[in-house]
Nanobody, 116 residues
Framework: QVQLVESGGGLVQPGGSLRLSCEAS????????MRWYRQAPGKQREFVAG???????SYADSVKGRFTISRDNAKSTVSLQMNTLKPEDTAVYYC??????????WGQGIQVTVSS
């Protein structure tokens, strides 16, 4: 059974940094695209960043230049380095493994709060 487990969230002041990690188990991690999504209160879940199996990265416009996604296939981990955080980055962040026509795998979500 595939599991995605996020870690690294918390409370940070505006302008600060956090690093999220997502460890996958039960699957061949290196052959999968991985993505981060987030959902703020009262809003729809939105794409944040993605990285393909060969390392091609993509970002939402709202986080370009501030967030960096990376992967470590040896550790079956995808990370999201978040710098220059803003209050509008406050959300529950979810790790995602897309599966085309099948149901995606999702982590349980982790809270990130940016507030002074």
């Amino acid at each position: 059974q595939v599991q995605l487990v996020e870690s690294g969230g918390g409370l940070v002041q505006p302008g600060g940094s956090l690093r999220l990690s997502c460890e996958a188990s039960g699957t061949i991690f290196s052959s999968n695209t991985m993505r981060w999504y987030r959902q703020a209160p009262g809003k729809q879940r939105e794409f944040v960043a993605g990285i393909t199996s060969i390392g091609i990265r993509s970002y939402a416009d709202s986080v370009k230049g501030r967030f960096t996604i990376s992967r470590d296939n040896a550790k079956s981990t995808v990370s999201l380095q978040m710098n220059t955080l803003k209050p509008e980055d406050t959300a529950v962040y979810y790790c995602n493994m897309p599966r085309g026509t099948l149901r995606d795998y999702w982590g349980q979500g982790i809270q990130v709060t940016v507030s002074s």
